[in-house]
Nanobody, 127 residues
Framework: VQLQASGGGMVQAGGSLSLSCAGS????????MAWFRQALGKSREFVAA????????YYPDSAKGRFTISRDNAKNTAYLQMNSLKPEDTAVYYC?????????????????????WGQGTLVTVSS
């Protein structure tokens, strides 16, 4: 499985960006999809996740109300709509996919639960 993340770029604070994560090699319609990010000098952190059927979504407090994750299983693609961006959102954003047997924020927010990772796309938010 290969994941290709795209859509990163530079935006001013308060602006919006939409990221995409396209899967290839096999269908991902039974996989939980997630986004993580890693800022320079910091550890990777969870941003959002969506269950295989889109029935549940999960966000950390830092993303709630501003970010929205969605997916289109017909296109084997997940999306992350980011609004009201802040300079502290600046990071490389990675998409991930995994066959998680259970859900819940504690499970979906752990990077080690995901088997497949994209190459990352840089998001820069200027003040």
């Amino acid at each position: 499985v290969q994941l290709q993340a795209s859509g990163g770029g530079m935006v001013q604070a308060g602006g919006s960006l939409s990221l995409s994560c396209a899967g290839s090699g096999r269908t991902l319609n039974r996989h939980t999809m997630a986004w993580f990010r890693q800022a320079l000098g910091k550890s990777r952190e969870f941003v959002a996740a969506i269950t295989w059927n889109g029935g549940s979504t999960y966000y950390p407090d830092s993303a709630k109300g501003r970010f929205t994750i969605s997916r289109d299983n017909a296109k084997n693609t997940a999306y992350l709509q980011m609004n009201s961006l802040k300079p502290e959102d600046t990071a490389v954003y990675y998409c991930a996919a995994g066959r998680l047997s259970v859900s819940g924020l504690t499970v979906v927010s752990r990077a080690e639960n995901y088997n497949y990772w994209g190459q990352g796309t840089l998001v820069t938010v200027s003040s």
